[in-house]
């Protein structure tokens, strides 16, 4: 079965610094990879997503993740963190035809400090 | 604009009752989806359909039900069977085939007092 990890709980950041967040998945097949943002008490918006080809994909936001099939990674980056991106991210892998059903990490809590 | 609607955006219920919690779409999507969400625990899959008249068990069923009677409707019901019911519950769709995704609902915050 496929499942997607996220080492880090809580990342604090500057703002303007740069930000990476990590993503491990493990699946058998070729991954369908998925990013989304969630601001407290609001629902899921996707930033980007990984079904082929290049794999370095941008997203909204300034958003963009690279996928390392070696390491079965998709870690997200931003070169300048702004106050707004404080929110909790979800990396998620997708299985059955077309990835339709999704599975998600535990998240992770970004803080953004002035 | 298309999107997802979850109501009522806050809940509160009594131990021992039952409360359903409304999810409407109109993306014209085939598949919905229920998800559970508790801190530090991700999103945990209830129940999904990928069709009219047919759906699944997820992960964490026990407790919970739906229908699928209309393609644009998925309600849950949180059954008093259910031990810990208080969490925050998210709604999604999706087109299979396409690869967009999910598109997510507000979310509900349930709380039993």
């Known amino acids: 079965a496929q499942s997607v990890t996220q080492p880090d709980i809580h990342i604090t950041v500057s703002e303007g610094a740069s930000l990476e967040l990590r993503c491990n998945y493990s699946y058998g097949a070729t991954p369908y990879l998925f990013w989304y943002v969630q601001s407290p008490g609001q629902g899921l918006q996707l930033l980007l997503k990984y079904f082929s080809g290049d794999t370095l994909v941008q997203g909204i936001k300034g958003f963009e993740a690279e996928f390392k099939r070696s390491q079965s990674s998709f870690n997200l980056r931003k070169p300048s963190v702004h106050w707004s991106d404080a929110a909790e991210y979800f990396c998620?892998?997708?299985?059955?035809?077309?990835?339709?059903?999704?599975?998600f990490g535990a998240g992770t809590i970004l803080r953004v400090k002035s | 604009d298309g999107g997802i609607t979850q109501s009522p955006k806050y809940l509160f219920r009594k131990e021992g009752q039952n409360v359903t919690l409304s999810c409407e779409q109109n993306?014209?999507?085939?598949?919905m989806y229920w998800y559970r969400q508790d801190p530090g625990q991700g999103l945990r899959l209830i129940y999904y359909?990928?069709?009219?008249?047919?759906?699944q068990k997820g992960d964490i069923a026990e407790g919970y039900s739906v229908s699928r009677e209309k393609k644009e409707s998925f309600p849950l019901t949180v059954t008093s069977a259910q031990k810990n019911p208080t969490a925050f519950y998210l709604c999604a769709s999706s087109s299979p085939g396409t690869m967009v995704g999910y598109t997510f609902g507000s979310g509900t915050r349930l709380t039993v007092v």
């Open positions: 998620a892998v997708g299985a059955g035809e077309y990835g339709n059903k999704l599975v």
């Open positions: 993306l014209n999507h085939d598949a």
């Open positions: 359909s990928q069709i009219v008249n047919d759906f």
